[in-house]
C-alpha cells in the first residue's frame, strides 16, 4: 500500500514538533533541577560555612577563660539527651530546674520558658565589677542554640539584692568570689529551693575561701566545681602551656636578656590569708642572698611597671597557701613570660612540673639546707649557659593564661551557655561529677593544703607560726 506523500510529509512535521516540545520540556526541567541543587548546595555551603565560623568563635572564646574544653560537652546533643532522660521512669526532674524546663519547653511550645542564672558576689561586687557595675546587675537576656524555646537572663547579685523571692526564682546560682563577708554558705542552704542547680567558680586557695566549705557532715552542695584543681567538673587554671605551631618552632630557644641584678620577691599580702610565715622567711633569705623587695611587704614599695623585674635573674615566686595544684598567675605572667627563672614554694614538685615547662623553675624543697640553696644560686648565677637551659622550653612552647572574670562577664551566649550544657550533662552522667566523686565537700577542699598548725622547716627555718595550746581546765571534781 502506497503512502500519500502529503501524510508523510505531516507525520514528520508532527514528530518534528512534539520532539522540540520534550527537548524544551527536558531542558527546562534539568535546568529547574540543577538550579535548585546548585542553590540547595550554595545554602548549604553557607549554612555550613556560618556554622563553622561560629564553631570557630565559640572554641576561640571558650580558650580564653577556659583551658580544657571538652568536645563531649561541647557537641552534645542537647534534645536528645533530654528525649533520653524524658524515657527513663526512675527520672526526678525536680532536681534540676534547668532540666526540667527544657523537658518541658520540648513538649510543650505553649508553655513559657525562662531560666535564671544568678552570679552572686557577695558584698564584693563594687570591687569585682568596677566600672562595668550598673550594666552587670542588670539583667541581660541572651539565648543558646539549644533551648531556642527557653529564654534565659543573667545578672550579678550582692548581698542586700539576694531576697528571698529572688533565691526561690533562680535556677542556677553560681559563687564568684562572694563569701568573705556578709551571708554564710549554710544561711543560702536554709534557703535553696529544690532543684536549684549550684555553682562553684574559686581560683583561690582553700585556706583562703575556707568559707565555702560547708558544715561537717553535710556533704557537697554543688553540682558543679569551677576551680585551679585538675580533678574540678571544669578545670580552670590560671595559665597552661601551649604546643607552638610547626611552623612557629625555634631551633633555638631566645635568649634571656642580660640580668645585671640576682633576686626579687613582690607580695602585697604580707599575713592576712598566709598559712605560712612567708614575709619572715624572705628576711632570713636576704641574710644570705641579696634580694630586692617590692610591694606592701617589701622595703622598696610599689612597683608601678613590672618591666623592671626583667633586670633579675631569679624571682621569689611563693604562694600564699601550701596546697596541692595552687600554682597562681606570679609564676606564669611575672616570671616565665619576662625570662626570670622562677624559686617556687607553695604545692609540691610534682604538681609543678606537672604544669610548668620542663626545668624552668627551681623548687626551694629540693635542698637540705639554707647554704646548700645559696651554693646553688650563686653557682648557677655565674653559669650563664646553665642559666639559660632554664628557657629552652620558649623554643616550642608557649605560655597562654586565662580570665575567671571574661569567663563570667562577658559572651554569655558562648561561656554560660556551656555552664549550662556542662550542668545537663553531669545531670546525665551523674557518675563523673564532683559531686558524686567527692560526696564530702569540705574534707576534699580542705584536705588539699597543708596542716599550718604542724611545725615544718624549709631550709631549716620554721614557716608555721607556733600555735599556743590552751590549758586544759581540769572538771570540777
Not at 542553590?39 to 577556659?66: A, E, G, H, V, Y
Not at 531560666?115 to 570591687?127: E, P, Q, T
Request: charged share 30%; hydrophobic share 35%; proline share 5%.
Amino acid at each position: 500500500m502506497k503512502v500519500p506523500k502529503s501524510l508523510l510529509i505531516k507525520t514528520c512535521m508532527i514528530s518534528l514538533c512534539l520532539g522540540i516540545t520534550w527537548h524544551l520540556v527536558f531542558t527546562y526541567l534539568k535546568d529547574d533541577v540543577f538550579t535548585t541543587k546548585r542553590d540547595d548546595f550554595i545554602t548549604k555551603r553557607d549554612d555550613d560555612f556560618i556554622s563553622k565560623k561560629f564553631d570557630n568563635f565559640t572554641t576561640r572564646t571558650l580558650k580564653r577563660s577556659l583551658g580544657h574544653i571538652e568536645d563531649e560537652v561541647l557537641n552534645m546533643d542537647v534534645e536528645k539527651m533530654l528525649n533520653f532522660l524524658g524515657l527513663k521512669k526512675d527520672l526526678n526532674v525536680k532536681d534540676s530546674r534547668l532540666v526540667g524546663k527544657l523537658l518541658r519547653s520540648m513538649i510543650s511550645n505553649r508553655e513559657k520558658c525562662l531560666i535564671r542564672i544568678i552570679k552572686y558576689c557577695g558584698k564584693r561586687c563594687d570591687h569585682m565589677l568596677g566600672n562595668d557595675l550598673n550594666h552587670q546587675t542588670k539583667w541581660i537576656r541572651f539565648s543558646c542554640p539549644f533551648s531556642e524555646s527557653c529564654s534565659i537572663e543573667t545578672r550579678f547579685v550582692g548581698e542586700a539584692d539576694l531576697t528571698k523571692r529572688l533565691m526561690k526564682s533562680t535556677d542556677v546560682l553560681v559563687f564568684v568570689d562572694s563569701l568573705h563577708e556578709g551571708l554564710h554558705l549554710s544561711q543560702l542552704m536554709a534557703e535553696r529551693p529544690r532543684g536549684q542547680l549550684w555553682v562553684l567558680l574559686s581560683r583561690e586557695s582553700p585556706q583562703h575561701d575556707q568559707e565555702y566549705a560547708p558544715p561537717e557532715g553535710v556533704g557537697n552542695p554543688y553540682n558543679l566545681t569551677m576551680t585551679y584543681a585538675s580533678e574540678s567538673d571544669l578545670y580552670f587554671p590560671y595559665c597552661y602551656l601551649q604546643r607552638k605551631p610547626l611552623a612557629s618552632v625555634l631551633a633555638h630557644a631566645p635568649p634571656a636578656p642580660r640580668k645585671t641584678k640576682l633576686v626579687a620577691w613582690m607580695a602585697s599580702n604580707c599575713y592576712h590569708h598566709v598559712s605560712w610565715r612567708r614575709s619572715e622567711f624572705v628576711k632570713e633569705l636576704q641574710k644570705f642572698l641579696p634580694i630586692d623587695t617590692f610591694g606592701e611587704c617589701g622595703d622598696l614599695g610599689r612597683l608601678t611597671d613590672v618591666k623592671v623585674l626583667r633586670d633579675y635573674k631569679f624571682y621569689l615566686a611563693f604562694e600564699n597557701s601550701e596546697c596541692r595544684e595552687y600554682i597562681t598567675e606570679k609564676i606564669w605572667r611575672t616570671c616565665l613570660q619576662n625570662g626570670i627563672v622562677p624559686i617556687v614554694y607553695g604545692s609540691t614538685r610534682e604538681d609543678y612540673e606537672h604544669v610548668l615547662p620542663p626545668n624552668s623553675f627551681i623548687h626551694l624543697e629540693d635542698f637540705s639546707s639554707m647554704s646548700h640553696f645559696v651554693e646553688f644560686i650563686y653557682e648557677l648565677d655565674k653559669d650563664e649557659e646553665r642559666y639559660q637551659r632554664y628557657f629552652d622550653w620558649r623554643k616550642n612552647r608557649k605560655i597562654v593564661c586565662l580570665s575567671s572574670r571574661f569567663f563570667i562577664m562577658y559572651a554569655p551566649e558562648v561561656n554560660l551557655c556551656y555552664l549550662l550544657r556542662k550542668l545537663i550533662h553531669v545531670h546525665v552522667f551523674p557518675e563523673i561529677s564532683l559531686q558524686k566523686r567527692e560526696p564530702d565537700f569540705r574534707s576534699w577542699w580542705q584536705g588539699k593544703c597543708t596542716d599550718s598548725t604542724e611545725r615544718k622547716e624549709v631550709l631549716g627555718f620554721d614557716i608555721h607560726q607556733p600555735m599556743i595550746k590552751e590549758k586544759k581546765i581540769p572538771a570540777n571534781p
